[in-house]
């Protein structure tokens, strides 16, 4: 009897390890990605729980990663204010994954574009000296700006990314301004209805993230 409850008790101690791996797919305990991003991210329009970035939360856990998510995002933020407030964010929550979702707004009022750049690098180089990784997200602006700005703007992210070898989601929102239905009628940003699509859009690109 004695014998038989010894292998019992050993066999659950082998067992322990595999539970603890089936209940979640994230190592090493808790972890937290912050979002770092305007309007678009910021739930503009909609009560925040319909929100991209709450859907992510909720997909997140779905799939049993153990993150907690923080919504750092300001309406109507430009680089260079979120490059002032990015500092006090990243000592204030420790993220060790960083969506950076920033420049639309120096897009719509048609500022420079090399101060976009060099404000989007700075992020970059503080987020990295933290140490947390980066997922940038790219950015396109309303045609009406005309193809003399509006090209060299979405080029912008795609080279910010090659020079610090980030990943990146091409375009947050894609898919959704295409069908007018899916935009609040000030034809920039998302319906609610639309959010999960910008979900769908980011998910490809994140969860390797995750995964290493």
């Given at each position: 009897?004695?014998?038989?409850?010894?292998?019992?008790?050993?066999?659950?101690?082998?067992?322990?390890?595999?539970?603890?791996?089936?209940?979640?797919?994230?190592?090493?305990?808790?972890?937290?990605?912050?979002?770092?991003?305007?309007?678009?991210?910021?739930?503009?329009?909609?009560?925040?729980?319909?929100?991209?970035?709450?859907?992510?939360?909720?997909?997140?856990?779905?799939?049993?990663?153990?993150?907690?998510?923080?919504?750092?995002?300001?309406?109507?933020?430009?680089?260079?204010?979120?490059?002032?407030?990015?500092?006090?964010?990243?000592?204030?929550?420790?993220?060790?994954?960083?969506?950076?979702?920033?420049?639309?707004?120096?897009?719509?009022?048609?500022?420079?574009?090399?101060?976009?750049?060099?404000?989007?690098?700075?992020?970059?180089?503080?987020?990295?000296?933290?140490?947390?990784?980066?997922?940038l997200a790219g950015i396109q602006i309303p045609p009406n700006y005309g193809p003399r700005?509006?090209?060299?703007?979405?080029?912008?992210?795609?080279?910010?990314?090659?020079?610090?070898?980030?990943?990146?989601?091409?375009?947050?929102?894609?898919?959704?301004?295409?069908?007018?239905?899916?935009?609040?009628?000030?034809?920039?940003?998302?319906?609610?209805?639309?959010?999960?699509?910008?979900?769908?859009?980011?998910?490809?690109?994140?969860?390797?993230?995750?995964?290493?």
């Amino acid at each position: 009897m004695k014998s038989l409850i010894i292998r019992l008790l050993a066999v659950l101690f082998l067992l322990m390890p595999l539970s603890g791996m089936a209940q979640s797919k994230a190592g090493g305990g808790r972890q937290t990605l912050m979002v770092f991003g305007d309007s678009l991210s910021a739930a503009y329009g909609m009560e925040e729980e319909q929100g991209w970035v709450s859907l992510l939360e909720a997909r997140l856990a779905e799939e049993r990663y153990d993150y907690d998510v923080i919504n750092a995002s300001v309406s109507g933020e430009t680089s260079t204010g979120g490059l002032a407030r990015l500092p006090a964010m990243l000592d204030s929550h420790e993220p060790n994954l960083v969506i950076l979702e920033l420049g639309g707004n120096d897009g719509l009022r048609g500022l420079p574009l090399d101060t976009l750049k060099a404000n989007l690098q700075e992020m970059v180089n503080l987020i990295r000296d933290s140490g947390a990784d980066i997922l940038l997200a790219g950015i396109q602006i309303p045609p009406n700006y005309g193809p003399r700005y509006t090209l060299p703007f979405f080029e912008l992210f795609g080279e910010l990314a090659i020079e610090n070898e980030l990943p990146i989601v091409p375009f947050l929102i894609d898919g959704i301004p295409q069908q007018p239905e899916l935009m609040q009628n000030d034809g920039i940003h998302p319906r609610a209805e639309a959010q999960w699509m910008i979900v769908e859009n980011v998910w490809p690109y994140l969860e390797p993230l995750l995964e290493s």
